[in-house]
């Protein structure tokens, strides 16, 4: 059976394609088929299809017959104009409710006509139309994902749903942003789409923590509808990141001595990590090391601070290796290198290197004496040392070398004033505060033999009692050395001289060691007044250095003389008479006796006096000088011839004394004198005696000079044997040098000299002082308390200052 098939062409929206199929039916009644299509979700009202037109039905044979559509359900969606002979929608028609994913979807129903009755078969196809879009089952998902996990982990399996069909459904699906996703699109074995995220690229959570994605299905409808789903992904972390130090090397600067606690620096690291992957702890490396380092570094905050002794002078850096370490075990190290700042805590230090004492004090000017180290340990300023020592001392110093210091001379030394120095060497550091030390040496000055020995007295006075015991020490010089021990060591010698052509050695002896002087032999005063010694004062230096001084010696004289009378001359036959005449005056001299003492002073002072003076005396005698004079008038009474004994004493201790006899005659005429006298003069015994006297005087005269002539020449013949013996003798003696010194008189003190001289007239004395006399008194002033002042007496009792008148008047008798 043929079968027609019309097209209809409806403009709904867009394109539409209706199918009109009219099938014809051989039978007894009219039967076709129609089929329309129409695409869902048309507004009520719309045409379907011109069904009367499409069945060749005039619309009003339709009316008649009553045309009606015959259906169980589609009669609800679908209905007829019958003014019209069209199709209409009559409901709104949702393919998806009424086919779901079936297709082709279509409602059917049928057609009736009656008179005659027709049956028309009818089909309405209900095309899709793309009115639903993709959906996911959620819109919205959170993932976590480990930062470590490998690329090709596939994260999600998702599929979108599409209520269209065909190509309105479901086509696939993009994801944004791809890169560290992606996605796959897979077909299930029912044939659904679904799709499949996973990673492409690694993960790191410290850049990107969340990621937010957006999975969208598409469908194939114009347009084209989609859904999304916005997936955010939480990267998880993982210990992924080690600790770093934000420094690769820290420096930093602490001073010396610091306290401890003083934070020195800081060091940190960053772990990019989190939680515990993140929380990062220092330490020094190695934990048994830690002690030895003044620094603690504290664990949490970084801070290194002191912990020990800081000193610049024993570790002028230190060089910490510092680990940090996260939970998760990673860790890092870096450097600290810490600065130690100098301070200035450490005082220069004197070392003396080298030191000669003692110097010999003739060193020049300029000797090297001692040289000194001085050390700071500061560094920089803080070691820079200024060297300086006490004033006023012969010595100065230089700097030779770099902390070294030359102790110099500087003048003349001189021990005998400073025979030691102590030099304090100052050494003050430039720092702030100076901090400053000293040292002290000593320095002895040694000697040097420049001194000579220096007598106390450049001539010294001394005096020995005459008669004095050989051996006797009377005198001691002393001279005194300024020079040090052996330098100083005097030694005393006699410098060798002549005295009375004898050598001074055999009258005085000199002790070496003590300058004491010995008598070597007894003295005469009578002899020998005074004589000169020099006496030399050596010193034990070499080469010795020596002075001398002079000694001037008195003999001091002892009573040891009585004294002697001159006048008148005493014979055993004296004939010597004085004459008084009778009519003499009182105070009439009759003589004088004259005496002289070889002693002085008042060994020599004579004083007179008579012995056995008669009741009445008539005469007296001058206690000092001797004369005989009358005190009374003479009577008739008095003999003629009297006989005076004198007695004539010496004022020494005790004294000694001499007797005289004076005969007086007291007479008016020569003849009763010579009357009285012959008495007691004998003549023949007077000549005997005068004779012999004569011959003796002139025996005697002759032998001795004939003695003294042969003694001269003896003398002189051993004076030049000894000389030579001495020469010869004189190259093996030690070195004791002798001088043969000239004898000279040296100055006398407080002379005062007299001579007494006997006048012409024999009636008066003069007493007058006179020029010095050469033998004189000496005053020794080494003998303090005993000067004495002597007067000599020069009595005018030598044969010479007798009057000759005196003595012819004698002769006359
Ligand atoms: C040097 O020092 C010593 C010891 O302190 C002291 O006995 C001496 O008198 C001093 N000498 C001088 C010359 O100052
Ligand atoms: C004694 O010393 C003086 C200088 O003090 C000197 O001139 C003289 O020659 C010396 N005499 C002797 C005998 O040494």
Same mark, same amino acid.
């Given at each position: 059976?043929?079968?027609?098939?019309?097209?209809?062409?409806?403009?709904?929206g867009?394109?539409?394609?209706?199918?009109?199929f #009219?099938?014809f039916?051989?039978?007894?009644?009219?039967?076709?088929?129609?089929?329309?299509?129409?695409?869902?979700?048309?507004?009520?009202?719309?045409?379907?299809?011109?069904?009367?037109?499409?069945?060749g039905?005039?619309?009003?044979?339709?009316?008649?017959?009553?045309?009606?559509?015959?259906?169980?359900?589609s009669?609800d969606?679908?209905?007829?104009?019958?003014?019209?002979?069209?199709?209409?929608?009559?409901?709104?028609?949702?393919?998806?409710?009424?086919?779901?994913?079936?297709?082709?979807?279509?409602?059917?129903?049928?057609?009736?006509?009656?008179?005659?009755?027709?049956?028309h078969?009818?089909?309405?196809?209900?095309?899709?139309?793309?009115?639903?879009?993709?959906?996911?089952?959620?819109?919205?998902?959170?993932?976590?994902?480990?930062?470590?996990?490998?690329?090709?982990?596939?994260?999600?399996?998702?599929?979108?749903?599409?209520a269209?069909?065909?190509?309105?459904?479901?086509?696939?699906?993009?994801?944004?942003?791809?890169?560290?996703?992606n996605i *796959?699109?897979?077909?299930?074995?029912?044939?659904?789409?679904?799709?499949?995220?996973?990673?492409?690229?690694?993960?790191?959570?410290?850049?990107?923590?969340t990621?937010i994605?957006?999975?969208?299905?598409?469908d194939?409808?114009?347009?084209?509808? $989609?859904?999304?789903? @916005?997936?955010t992904?939480?990267?998880?972390?993982?210990?992924?990141?080690?600790?770093?130090?934000?420094?690769?090397?820290?420096?930093?600067?602490?001073?010396?001595?610091?306290?401890?606690?003083?934070?020195?620096?800081?060091?940190?690291?960053?772990?990019?990590?989190?939680?515990?992957?993140?929380?990062?702890?220092?330490?020094?490396?190695?934990?048994?090391d830690? *002690?030895?380092e003044?620094?603690?570094?504290?664990?949490?905050?970084?801070v290194?601070?002191?912990?020990?002794?800081?000193?610049?002078?024993?570790?002028?850096?230190?060089?910490l290796?510092i680990?940090?370490?996260?939970?998760?075990?990673?860790?890092?190290? =870096?450097?600290?290198?810490? !600065?130690?700042? !100098?301070v200035?805590?450490?005082?220069? #230090?004197?070392?003396?290197?080298?030191?000669?004492?003692?110097?010999?004090?003739?060193?020049? $000017?300029g =000797?090297t004496?001692?040289?000194?180290?001085?050390?700071?340990?500061?560094?920089?300023?803080?070691?820079k040392?200024d060297?300086?020592?006490?004033?006023?001392?012969?010595?100065?110093?230089?700097?030779?070398?770099?902390?070294?210091?030359?102790?110099?001379?500087?003048?003349?030394?001189?021990?005998?004033?400073?025979?030691e120095?102590?030099?304090?060497?100052?050494? #003050?550091?430039?720092?702030?505060?100076?901090l400053?030390?000293?040292?002290?040496?000593?320095?002895?000055?040694?000697?040097v033999?420049?001194?000579?020995?220096?007598?106390?007295?450049?001539?010294? $006075?001394?005096?020995?009692?005459?008669?004095?015991?050989?051996g006797?020490?009377?005198?001691?010089?002393?001279?005194?050395?300024?020079?040090?021990?052996?330098?100083?060591?005097?030694?005393?010698?006699?410098?060798?001289s002549?005295?009375?052509?004898?050598?001074?050695?055999?009258?005085?002896?000199?002790?070496?060691d003590?300058?004491?002087?010995?008598?070597?032999?007894a003295?005469?005063?009578?002899?020998? @007044?005074?004589?000169?010694?020099?006496?030399?004062?050596? %010193?034990?230096?070499?080469?010795?250095?020596?002075?001398?001084?002079?000694?001037?010696?008195?003999?001091?004289?002892?009573?040891?003389?009585?004294?002697?009378v001159?006048?008148?001359?005493?014979?055993?036959s004296?004939?010597?008479?004085?004459?008084?005449?009778?009519?003499?005056?009182?105070g009439?001299?009759?003589?004088?006796?004259?005496?002289?003492?070889?002693?002085?002073?008042?060994?020599?002072?004579l004083?007179?006096?008579?012995?056995?003076?008669?009741d009445?005396?008539?005469?007296?005698?001058?206690?000092?000088?001797?004369?005989i004079?009358?005190?009374?008038?003479?009577?008739?009474?008095?003999?003629?011839?009297?006989?005076?004994?004198?007695?004539?004493?010496?004022?020494?201790?005790?004294?000694?004394?001499?007797?005289?006899?004076?005969?007086?005659? #007291?007479?008016?005429?020569?003849?009763?004198v010579?009357?009285?006298?012959?008495?007691?003069?004998?003549?023949k015994?007077?000549n005997?005696?005068?004779?012999?006297?004569?011959?003796?005087?002139?025996?005697?005269?002759?032998?001795l000079?004939?003695?003294?002539?042969?003694?001269?020449?003896?003398?002189?013949?051993?004076?030049?044997?000894?000389?030579?013996?001495?020469?010869?003798?004189?190259?093996?003696?030690?070195?004791?040098?002798?001088?043969?010194?000239?004898?000279?008189?040296?100055?006398l003190?407080?002379?005062?000299?007299?001579?007494?001289?006997?006048?012409? !007239?024999?009636?008066?004395? +003069?007493?007058k002082?006179?020029?010095?006399?050469?033998?004189?008194?000496?005053? $020794?002033?080494?003998?303090?308390?005993?000067?004495?002042?002597q007067?000599?007496?020069?009595?005018?009792? %030598?044969? +010479? !200052?007798?009057?000759?008148?005196?003595?012819?008047?004698?002769?006359?008798?």
């Amino acid at each position: 059976m043929p079968m027609k098939q019309v097209e209809w062409k409806y403009g709904l929206g867009c394109r539409m394609v209706k199918q009109a199929f #009219v099938v014809f039916l051989l039978f007894g009644v009219a039967v076709g088929q129609i089929r329309y299509s129409i695409p869902e979700e048309m507004r009520k009202g719309s045409l379907v299809g011109n069904i009367a037109q499409d069945l060749g039905l005039d619309p009003t044979r339709m009316k008649k017959g009553g045309a009606r559509i015959v259906s169980d359900e589609s009669g609800d969606f679908i209905e007829l104009n019958l003014d019209k002979g069209t199709l209409v929608v009559k409901d709104r028609i949702d393919r998806e409710q009424l086919c779901g994913q079936t297709s082709p979807c279509s409602l059917s129903f049928e057609l009736i006509l009656l008179n005659p009755m027709q049956l028309h078969s009818v089909i309405v196809e209900i095309l899709d139309v793309n009115d639903n879009s993709p959906a996911f089952k959620a819109n919205e998902i959170q993932l976590e994902i480990l930062e470590s996990a490998l690329p090709g982990t596939r994260i999600l399996q998702e599929s979108a749903t599409d209520a269209d069909v065909g190509v309105n459904a479901l086509q696939g699906y993009t994801l944004t942003p791809t890169g560290i996703f992606n996605i *796959k699109t897979q077909t299930s074995l029912s044939g659904g789409k679904y799709v499949e995220v996973f990673l492409n690229a690694a993960l790191d959570r410290e850049k990107e923590d969340t990621l937010i994605l957006t999975l969208t299905a598409l469908d194939g409808g114009n347009p084209q509808k $989609s859904g999304s789903m @916005k997936i955010t992904i939480l990267v998880l972390d993982t210990n992924d990141n080690v600790p770093v130090f934000t420094q690769s090397m820290y420096k930093a600067e602490v001073v010396e001595n610091a306290v401890r606690g003083t934070s020195v620096t800081t060091v940190s690291a960053s772990d990019a990590d989190e939680g515990s992957y993140g929380l990062v702890s220092y330490h020094f490396p190695h934990l048994f090391d830690e *002690k030895d380092e003044p620094f603690t570094i504290d664990e949490h905050t970084g801070v290194i601070t002191v912990a020990g002794d800081i000193d610049y002078e024993k570790n002028r850096n230190y060089e910490l290796t510092i680990q940090a370490k996260d939970q998760g075990g990673h860790m890092d190290s =870096t450097k600290v290198i810490i !600065d130690v700042i !100098d301070v200035n805590d450490n005082e220069p #230090v004197i070392t003396l290197t080298s030191f000669s004492s003692p110097v010999s004090e003739d060193s020049p $000017s300029g =000797t090297t004496v001692a040289i000194i180290n001085v050390k700071d340990l500061d560094s920089g300023i803080n070691g820079k040392v200024d060297c300086s020592i006490n004033k006023n001392i012969p010595f100065s110093i230089q700097s030779s070398l770099k902390n070294y210091y030359t102790l110099l001379t500087d003048g003349h030394l001189d021990r005998e004033k400073n025979s030691e120095y102590n030099i304090t060497f100052t050494a #003050v550091d430039k720092g702030e505060p100076h901090l400053a030390s000293n040292k002290t040496i000593n320095i002895k000055v040694s000697d040097v033999n420049d001194n000579a020995p220096v007598f106390a007295q450049s001539s010294y $006075s001394a005096s020995i009692k005459e008669n004095n015991p050989a051996g006797m020490s009377f005198f001691s010089v002393s001279a005194r050395d300024d020079d040090w021990n052996q330098n100083a060591r005097i030694s005393y010698f006699l410098i060798d001289s002549e005295f009375n052509g004898n050598p001074i050695s055999s009258y005085i002896s000199v002790n070496a060691d003590s300058g004491v002087l010995h008598a070597v032999r007894a003295f005469d005063y009578e002899q020998t @007044k005074s004589f000169k010694v020099h006496i030399k004062a050596q %010193d034990g230096g070499s080469p010795p250095l020596a002075s001398n001084t002079t000694l001037q010696i008195a003999v001091l004289d002892e009573n040891d003389n009585a004294p002697q009378v001159l006048y008148p001359v005493q014979t055993s036959s004296s004939m010597v008479a004085e004459i008084v005449p009778r009519s003499a005056d009182i105070g009439y001299l009759v003589t004088k006796v004259v005496a002289v003492d070889v002693d002085s002073g008042q060994n020599a002072w004579l004083s007179y006096k008579l012995q056995k003076a008669a009741d009445r005396p008539l005469f007296e005698v001058g206690a000092q000088n001797g004369e005989i004079r009358t005190v009374r008038q003479v009577t008739d009474k008095d003999a003629v011839k009297q006989k005076l004994t004198v007695i004539v004493e010496d004022n020494g201790q005790p004294s000694r004394s001499a007797t005289v006899t004076v005969n007086v005659a #007291v007479a008016d005429s020569f003849p009763e004198v010579l009357s009285e006298f012959t008495e007691f003069t004998h003549d023949k015994d007077y000549n005997n005696n005068l004779t012999f006297f004569l011959l003796l005087a002139l025996i005697v005269v002759s032998i001795l000079f004939i003695f003294s002539v042969i003694a001269i020449i003896s003398v002189k013949i051993y004076r030049w044997r000894q000389r030579k013996l001495f020469y010869k003798s004189a190259n093996n003696l030690p070195v004791i040098p002798y001088y043969p010194t000239m004898y000279s008189d040296g100055t006398l003190h407080h002379t005062y000299n007299y001579e007494m001289c006997g006048t012409t !007239d024999s009636r008066m004395t +003069d007493v007058k002082p006179m020029r010095p006399y050469s033998q004189s008194t000496l005053v $020794s002033l080494s003998r303090p308390g005993t000067v004495q002042r002597q007067q000599k007496q020069q009595q005018a009792a %030598d044969a +010479d !200052d007798i009057s000759p008148e005196v003595r012819f008047e004698y002769f006359k008798y």
